[in-house]
């Protein structure tokens, strides 16, 4: 009951924010950009559909070799787990609430937690450290051919999203590599926290995230010891957000313009979005994802289009998966 209450409220506050970013956009130019939404042609948008789908099965091949060794899961039910978690993740901020939810439907096909946990987190480096690569491949790109123009502001955020993704992707790498420097790393925070008094009762936290660091460690250094599955891993959610980064350009091409963006453009500008994105404290990271597309499109669209554009891409990329990721989470309840 808690969880379904839970879900309601960020539904709730997801749609509000939703109301308030479409009136934003709408409210000066609201004719320009519905004339350009209602002259889109229709296969460029399923052109973008499919591959968002396509997005989505790579991410569940990754998840489905995983487990697979243990022929726990077929790759029918892997997709389906990746739709619902499309929904848990899309109304949690940080994305945090489709890796709970993936244990638990793991565990509902007789895997232990344990196992579950593991390879829960075994996906999370494989898609952390694809975004890592795929960020270093962006600011590298336009680094060469300065293809935005050097806002300071922008630069900063983007750096600032880059460097998170990065430390998270070395964090993981040292808690592989060695298991006491890591909890050496724990216990200086945790002093650093409980001196700052944000952090009351240490004993408890310490428990609590000492389990966690076993499981990521656990985890770790069994793809280090499986190095196929985690090339295999990474190159799968590289492939993915491949599809999800590419997804713009069949938007523009479906309002009749087949010249603003190429396919490295579109690429290079959507890891920026995402990696601004990446830090937002908010379901969807609404509003930052938003202000970033704005931003880095906007060197290549016109503003009414750049508009239009967001709006399909936002509806296709995000509030698409949602939908499709409750209806999908509603029928295994009604199943169960």
Not at 244 to 273: E, H, K, R, W
Not at 314 to 328: S, V
């Amino acid at each position: 009951m808690k969880i379904i209450n839970n879900i309601k409220k960020n539904t709730v506050f997801l749609l509000a924010i939703t109301v308030v970013i479409l009136f934003i956009l709408l409210k000066d130019d609201y004719k320009e950009i519905l004339n350009a939404l209602s002259g889109m042609k229709v296969i460029y948008i399923v052109i973008a559909i499919f591959f968002f789908f396509v997005s989505i099965f790579f991410k569940a091949v990754a998840n489905y070799i995983t487990v697979n060794d243990k022929n726990k899961i077929s790759l029918k039910e892997a997709i389906k787990h990746n739709v619902i978690i499309q929904f848990f993740n899309g109304i949690t901020p940080f994305s945090t609430g489709g890796q709970p939810m993936e244990i638990y439907m793991l565990r509902e096909h007789n895997i232990s937690g344990v196992e579950a946990t593991n390879i829960s987190i075994q996906n999370f480096i494989f898609y952390q450290t694809a975004l890592v690569i795929y960020g270093a491949i962006a600011v590298g790109y336009n680094f060469l051919f300065h293809i935005f123009p050097k806002t300071e502001m922008l630069r900063k955020l983007v750096l600032l999203g880059f460097l998170i993704n990065t430390l998270v992707a070395v964090v993981l790498l040292i808690i592989s590599i060695s298991k006491s420097l890591t909890k050496k790393m724990f216990n200086s925070t945790l002093d650093i926290l409980c001196k700052l008094r944000i952090i009351k009762n240490r004993a408890q936290v310490e428990e609590k995230y000492n389990t966690k660091l076993e499981h990521f460690h656990e985890s770790a250094t069994m793809l280090r010891n499986r190095k196929g599955l985690f090339v295999q891993g990474v190159f799968l959610n590289f492939l993915s957000l491949t599809c999800q980064y590419i997804i713009p350009i069949f938007i523009v091409f479906s309002m009749g313009d087949f010249t603003s963006l190429n396919i490295f453009n579109t690429i290079t500008a959507s890891a920026y979005v995402l990696l601004i994105g990446s830090f937002v404290p908010i379901p969807g990271a609404s509003g930052g994802i938003e202000f970033g597309f704005l931003q880095f499109y906007g060197n290549f669209l016109s503003k009414n289009i750049i508009s239009a554009v967001l709006i399909v891409w936002r509806f296709i990329t995000y509030y698409f998966g949602i939908i499709l990721g409750a209806l999908a989470f509603s029928l295994e309840k009604k199943v169960k």
